[in-house]
């Protein structure tokens, strides 16, 4: 992109559209950005030194803000549907992590995938064999955890040291 008095407003010198994969996560993808950016900005420079490269304009309608990722948006909130904290738990990791209330203490949610199941939102529906728990629509099984201060477990090593029963509630 050329740069001119606006922010993010110049010309684009090329354009490379990248699928993001149903099990990509922020790293995933900063990484897969960051390869497919070193290799474009190359390729830019060459052209713009031959002379092939051609600046496009941007559209100037659709142009949105992105605000600063604070740690509270990376809470949880049990009452919306399973997949769209699958999502969140995918855009914030691994930083600064999606988390939830357990006992009035932070958990941070590193992997889930949506399940059908019911139930009121945030209550665990099953604390057995997988950790699943009830959202406004659907359920997540999560597969692995954090306690603040602790290190990352699978949900079964959780559930062995912090025995959850059916009814026990996330917030």
Request: proline share 6%; hydrophobic share 45%.
């Amino acid at each position: 992109m050329r740069m001119d008095s606006g922010l993010d407003t110049g010309p684009v010198l090329s354009r490379h559209p990248v699928p993001i994969a149903a099990d990509e996560d922020a790293g995933t993808l900063h990484d897969k950005l960051a390869a497919l950016g070193a290799e474009t900005v190359v390729a830019a420079l060459a052209d713009l030194e031959a002379g092939r490269a051609r600046a496009v304009p941007q559209p100037a309608s659709g142009v949105t803000y992105a605000a600063k990722i604070e740690k509270a948006d990376a809470r949880l909130h049990w009452t919306q549907p399973a997949s769209t904290l699958e999502r969140a738990v995918r855009a914030f990791r691994p930083a600064p992590g999606a988390f939830a209330m357990l006992d009035n203490q932070p958990v941070k949610i590193w992997r889930a995938r949506v399940v059908e199941r019911s139930g009121e939102p945030g209550a665990v529906q099953q604390a057995s064999d997988e950790l699943v728990i009830a959202c406004g629509e659907g359920a997540l099984a999560v597969a692995e955890l954090q306690r603040a201060g602790g290190r990352r477990l699978s949900a079964q090593e959780f559930l062995r040291g912090h025995r959850l029963t059916a009814g026990a509630r996330f917030a």
